[in-house]
């Protein structure tokens, strides 16, 4: 197996020299030593990430990166730098996010880039960037680290999308930087990271004017953009640096994050990846091309849990729910990217329930530390991507297994699961049955986008059941308990078990993928919508559309002839 | 002008021979007399509403509608049937939908009709059903006129989702007579008519059985039907007849309909429509083509309102009210289906505001009236039927107009609207400026699908702009207070006018219809969703993403090889 190079360039071997395997994948993992396209300096409580993106720094071939424009390099540096700033940083309170470019904040996604880019690429690169703007949210919601955007210079479409993440936005009032959505004129697609739903749901821009907005590329900036609510304040240059310093001080002034404690390396994952296998410490993953499925084990902590919060910060990284979770995290980026036709995944446990069980109630019991708030608030992220994932996520919950509290959440995650009735008789007939449990973990801290629990989503208006099955909190259910309860979706016995498993998961590779697409993304979000589930449901949705229509992506479309100097021609017929 | 000839077929010509326009068009106007595919029967409180689709009575060639398949004729039948059973029999409290073929409810949509339609159709095609089921959940919910389906027989994929709009599904227990939703794995497209959402959000199916359930076409029948919730009970066909009435009854008895009422008749609309104009008695269409635009006038009321209820029923089908929104419901699917490259609809309104306004004083003072009810509900469809269309809307409002409480909701629904501060001084330097009005009609009766008014969406999150709004009820406000209240979008003046509102209509048409309609179906549905925007948004762009890919609608589709013997080839990309 090929260790893994650390790659400035996010760009990774898919296998070994020789292996045949010459695909050269995505890589998630970097650190702020490598950043090519951020400037990260900490002052205090006040961390500045400034964007500074090299032209010559794209992670594919064939576009400049000019404007401060991104492409996945460029968000793969900024997702890591959020998630740094969260563990390794508990003294900063605000985050300034701006740029150090003359006159330009952010030109949005490279176009050229996307122009280029497959469809599947189109989709991912948006989920990714969209996953990251949501998680900027939730370090200003619920950490304590409120992120400020300091626009000295012209957002742009993307480039604005980011400032709509952050809890305050602060606009040069210099006559020439402005805010602006210009894919629906230019480039015939939306502003698809959250744009529109942000725009009317969270700035609460009137409808109407939201609309004028979007249609006009050049933009509105000065006191019209804080009259319409697009920005907060606008600022004289000549009093720029005072006031965002002051704003962000007065930000910080907010922040419950603590004083005086020392932050969580966030340390090299130990991966190892080869053409049919990936793995790390505690998770791997199976990679079966000819089933078009990959099979995901978790395992379990090997030892009980420290004793308390200052135990779990002596662990760090190694720490097993934060080095699960960041290994989950990796896995999903690593998947979803890199194999695209893997098209199942199925998630299987290996440990002891008790000593998850005693890892949760840990969690639970320390709920106030900032690093289990950390912890608990990553792993919601990590559980969040996966319910955006577009694979068919399956639960095997088998003997041996530790689908308990925070694990049993995979299985709730999924969208079917299966529970073996007794044991394998062949294999090991002595063996204890396999149990699942509920407990605090999926009563609470790990909500879906949609608002809920993943209990609460999976009984949506069944109230009883919601309650028989909180009930059995902390509780080791065998299958009948757990079918009954309706916590699994099949029990089958030894004699059921391979053929109802097989057929299950053979039968996932034989649907068309886009349908399973669209029917998991609908499902899997019963009851209410938020913010967060318009931008992944009902924007997303109508943006992929968009994206595969000839009037955008087609050889006379927007986005191909944006920059050609020749104008789209459209198919005019509305649909 | 060609008068509108009465077809069958749902058909109509484009304009009169010898024009050069030789397209046959979609005709929405039907009655009882002209069914081809329902038997519509009522008895006392219980109409029975039975589906004998004609195998040869296809809307367009190509295919046959077998097993009570359906396409947009049947449709359109479907729909005339309840709208008359709302105003034609106030006696009727439920409606029995049922079928009249042997093991057999209903088949769905027809696939063949499916496949071989473009893109468009089958959005528009979708976009219809999906609102006539709304209907009949809204006649459910608001009109005591409550939907029972009868399943006398299978009913797969649409024929289910028909069934699902109902309120209560009785199935025949007959070891054959299963529901089933094959439309992923047989077709590779999805349940799209509400089928995915109303399986979880309404019947409160499991997430992880109704996966399974979507994945089966053979369906499920009997006591599983019922455990998993996918119907309310089911009867064997020895106790059938007697149990189906047993339940109609009883539902029956639940309703306020009025004892004794003489309904409305749904006269015939009297339309004309050539290729440049469509005309109704109030409402009227322009349709350039040069422009891709279509400008709509609606007229007031020309005499003062009856006195009361009593009035307005000998009127019937010739008061305004119900006048003008037949008409507008009538011109929007016209519109909507047949002039696909008119891409923006600019409203205008012509007539006294104080008319308007009494006319929905009336109408709000007799609101507990059955037919005051029905004419108010199906201004409130109407009024979504063009929230979800997807064309640019602008509301123009000039001297001589009348947007005032009912039909100001026509500028509300509007993406925006321009209204003339003072006078057009070359054309009539003496005239009245311009007003709107708001009242109590854009404050309750008319919610949109997010269960907000369009007021409150418009104001969404700015609870003090609502209430400066409300405040004014009933006032004539003139351009300048309108803009500031936040009710208009833009107020130039005369000289400003004619360029503004110029630009704002051809720039439309410039923009790429695919992002014009994405970006609207985002921004009219600001806030809170449900079960219906969840339908009209998530659930539809899914599946209009869907129908666009190779994987449905490419040769190697699984929607073009149903039927023909070979199996559909998909690329097997995630994405």
Redesign the interface.
């Known amino acids: 197996m090929a260790a893994m190079a650390e790659s400035a360039a996010g760009r990774m071997p898919a296998a070994e020299p020789g292996t045949g395997d010459d695909r050269v994948l995505v890589d998630f993992q970097t650190d702020p030593s490598h950043y090519r396209h951020w400037r990260l300096a900490i002052d205090g409580p006040v961390a500045t990430l400034a964007m500074d993106v090299a032209e010559d720094g794209g992670l594919r071939d064939g576009y400049e990166l000019k404007l401060n424009s991104y492409d996945l390099g460029v968000d793969i540096e900024l997702y890591d730098a959020i998630q740094r700033l969260r563990f390794e940083h508990p003294e900063v309170r605000t985050v300034v996010i701006t740029s150090v470019r003359e006159k330009i904040f952010c030109a949005g996604a490279n176009i050229r880039m996307l122009a280029q880019s497959p469809?599947?690429w189109k989709?991912?690169f948006c989920k990714f960037t969209n996953e990251t703007r949501s998680g900027i949210e939730d370090a200003t919601a619920c950490s304590g680290q409120t992120y400020l955007a300091a626009l000295n210079g012209t957002a742009s479409g993307g480039g604005y999308e980011l400032a709509l993440a952050c809890g305050h936005i602060i606009l040069a009032d210099d006559r020439s930087s402005v805010v602006s959505l210009p894919?629906?004129?230019l480039?015939?697609?939306?502003p698809g990271t959250g744009g529109?739903?942000r725009v009317?749901?969270k700035r609460?821009v009137?409808?109407?004017?939201?609309?004028?907005f979007?249609?006009k590329p050049e933009g509105i900036g000065g006191r019209k953009a804080v009259d319409w609510r697009l920005v907060d304040e606008v600022v004289p240059p000549t009093r720029w640096a005072e006031s965002v310093a002051a704003r962000a001080a007065e930000l910080a002034a907010k922040s419950s994050r603590p004083a005086g404690a020392a932050g969580a390396e966030l340390t090299p994952l130990g991966k190892t990846r080869t053409g049919e296998e990936i793995s790390y410490r505690y998770v791997s993953a199976r990679l079966d091309r000819a089933l078009?499925a990959a099979t995901i084990t978790v395992r379990g902590p090997e030892e009980d849990p420290p004793a308390d919060a200052y135990g779990i910060k002596k662990q760090g990284a190694a720490f097993w729910p934060l080095a699960t979770t960041r290994e989950l995290d990796d896995l999903i980026l690593d998947l979803r990217t890199n194999e695209?036709?893997?098209?199942t995944w199925v998630f299987r446990t290996d440990g002891d329930p008790r000593r998850v069980l005693a890892y949760d109630q840990l969690l639970v019991g320390n709920a106030g530390d900032w690093l289990v708030n950390e912890i608990v608030l990553y792993l919601k992220r990590t559980l969040k991507r996966l319910d955006v994932t577009?694979?068919s996520l399956i639960a095997l919950i088998e003997p041996g297994s530790c689908f308990a509290g925070s694990l049993f959440e995979l299985a709730l995650a999924?969208?079917?699961?299966y529970m073996l009735a007794g044991v394998f008789e062949d294999v090991d007939p002595d063996a204890d049955p396999a149990v699942i449990a509920v407990n605090e973990m999926n009563s609470g801290p790990l909500p879906m986008g949609n608002g809920l629990t993943r209990l609460q989503?999976?009984?949506?208006?069944?109230p009883e059941a919601l309650a028989e099955a909180e009930k059995r909190t902390g509780q080791l259910l065998q299958a009948e308990q757990a079918e009954e309860l309706?916590l699994v979706?099949f029990a089958p016995d030894d004699i059921d078990w391979e053929e109802e498993v097989r057929i299950g998961v053979e039968?996932?590779?034989s649907?068309?993928?886009?349908?399973?697409?669209?029917?998991?993304?609908?499902?899997?979000?019963?009851?209410?919508?938020t913010m967060e589930t318009?931008i992944f449901?009902?924007?997303t949705?109508?943006?992929?559309?968009?994206f595969?229509?000839p009037?955008?992506s087609g050889p006379d479309?927007?986005l191909t002839k944006y920059g050609t100097g020749q104008r789209?021609s459209?198919?005019?017929?509305?649909?």
Do not use: C
Not at 570 to 575: A, N
């Open positions: 469809h599947p989709v991912n894919e629906l004129p480039l015939g697609v939306l529109l739903t009317t749901d609460l009137r409808r109407d004017l939201a609309d004028y979007a249609t078009g695209l036709e893997l098209g577009s694979r999924a969208d079917r699961s989503t999976r009984f949506f208006g069944n309706g979706t039968e996932r590779s649907f068309s993928p886009d349908a399973l697409t669209g029917m998991e993304a609908n499902y899997r979000f019963a009851g209410p919508e318009k449901g009902r924007l949705a109508w943006q992929n559309w968009i595969t229509r009037n955008a479309g927007a789209a459209f198919d005019r017929k509305r649909v």
